[in-house]
């Protein structure tokens, strides 16, 4: 299982829909690979994950060798001397299938503290893009107010050759500046709103809060939505790992079943053995070695009867917490193609709204021509267009950050 790949997977389980978004400096998949790379909250799992797995290495060993020594403070005497002191070893071997159970186990609990990688990554790359699609509005919001300003501008200098030859009055000059005025005020509301926003961005990307952050100049709703399969939800790695905890749960119940087996023992007893003075017997003085056999049997089994309860109601827990999760992700999922698809309906009545506000303003143009131009319509019809170009920009970003939930669910 390798973090490397899963990363690349992870940046491209968003770049798959978004390749579209290329940008002169940088591109959205680079923000979520440089997040992947500096999160400490990615690191803090990563670090767990490895912390677990290394217990593999803790379980794979037998129980420690038992050392003894004694000295016979009153020497025992034996036909062929006093004993003097003793030495003993003793090693316990877990019954066969024990160690390997062990470490099975282990495992498991690794394979589900990785999911939790998984799904820390997929919620972050959701989390940039989403973050960069606001970073997105208040760019293009910039860009329609200076538009909007720009046309003022030409209003202005049309009402002021009016007032020149007597077909408008200098309230319609005031009128065209104060909405100017406002739209500039507007327009410098938002340059603070995206400072602060990229700040929080940088912040997402664990990097230098004033780095400058490029987005892209304008969205894209596709023509046609490809249609969400809900079954790959059953697929997502919150509920994956639920299946690598009940699994876990699985591999400790077999543990206990190991445990409630005998442990066989070998060891060995060496007496040292003094030589008699008295008199002088075969064998004098000779050592004692004695080699042991023993066998620890668990005969007071209440506590593995307990752990073997305790693992079936925390299997029936773990298949309930699933069952939520599912239900709440797949709301999610309903609720997040249910708003993607009214935001293409919002941006195409938007636009066809655009589109007539436009044919509007050409007619109060031509009609300046004639010299019945109406100022107060002009600014009527220039706040219109400036709402749905807005509306649009809104749409189109509820289009991203909906497909961005969309993706983190069912990718």
Do not use: W
Request: glycine letters at 2%; charged letters at 25%; a neutral charge.
């Amino acid at each position: 299982m390798s973090i490397k790949i899963e990363n690349k997977k992870i940046v491209l389980f968003l770049v798959s829909c978004f390749l579209f978004l290329k940008m002169e400096g940088q591109e959205l998949q680079e923000y979520i690979k440089t997040a992947l790379e500096n999160n400490p909250e990615v690191q803090q799992f990563d670090t767990k994950y490895k912390r677990i797995s290394e217990k593999k290495e803790e379980v794979n060993t037998f129980p420690n060798t038992e050392f003894g020594a004694g000295y016979f403070v009153s020497t025992p005497e034996t036909r062929t001397g006093p004993q003097q002191f003793k030495l003993s070893v003793k090693q316990m071997i877990p019954f066969f299938g024990t160690i390997t159970a062990r470490e099975n186990y282990v495992s498991s609990l690794a394979d589900a503290a990785y999911q939790d990688i998984v799904v820390v990554k997929r919620k972050l790359a959701t989390s940039v893009a989403q973050s960069y699609y606001k970073l997105y509005e208040v760019k293009a919001k910039q860009k329609v107010l200076d538009e909007n300003i720009a046309l003022l501008e030409t209003y202005e200098k049309l009402a002021l050759t009016s007032v020149e030859v007597g077909k408008a009055s200098a309230v319609d000059v005031l009128r065209l500046q104060i909405r100017q005025n406002e739209l500039a005020q507007q327009k410098e509301v938002l340059q603070e709103t995206f400072l602060g926003m990229q700040k929080a961005f940088n912040k997402l990307l664990n990097q230098e809060v004033n780095t400058p952050v490029s987005v892209v100049d304008s969205l894209q709703i596709p023509n046609e939505v490809n249609k969400i399969q809900p079954s790959t939800l059953k697929l997502h790695p919150e509920l994956v790992k639920f299946d690598k905890l009940y699994t876990s749960v699985e591999k400790s119940e077999f543990l206990n079943q190991k445990d409630k087996q005998p442990m066989i023992g070998f060891g060995l007893d060496y007496v040292n053995v003094g030589k008699r003075t008295d008199m002088n017997v075969i064998d004098n003085g000779k050592d004692i070695v004695m080699p042991m056999v023993s066998l620890l049997i668990p005969i007071f089994n209440k506590k593995n009867k307990s752990i073997s309860k305790q693992n079936k109601l925390q299997q029936e827990e773990i298949l309930s917490q699933k069952e939520q999760r599912y239900n709440m992700l797949e709301s999610v999922l309903y609720r997040a193609v249910s708003d993607r698809k009214a935001s293409v309906i919002s941006y195409q009545t938007q636009l066809e709204n655009l589109e007539k506000a436009k044919n509007a303003e050409q007619i109060l143009v031509k009609s300046y021509e004639t010299g019945t131009i109406d100022f107060n319509d002009v600014l009527d019809i220039q706040e219109l267009q400036m709402k749905f170009q807005t509306n649009m920009i809104m749409s189109e970003v509820a289009y991203y950050t909906q497909s961005a939930t969309i993706n983190y669910l069912i990718k």
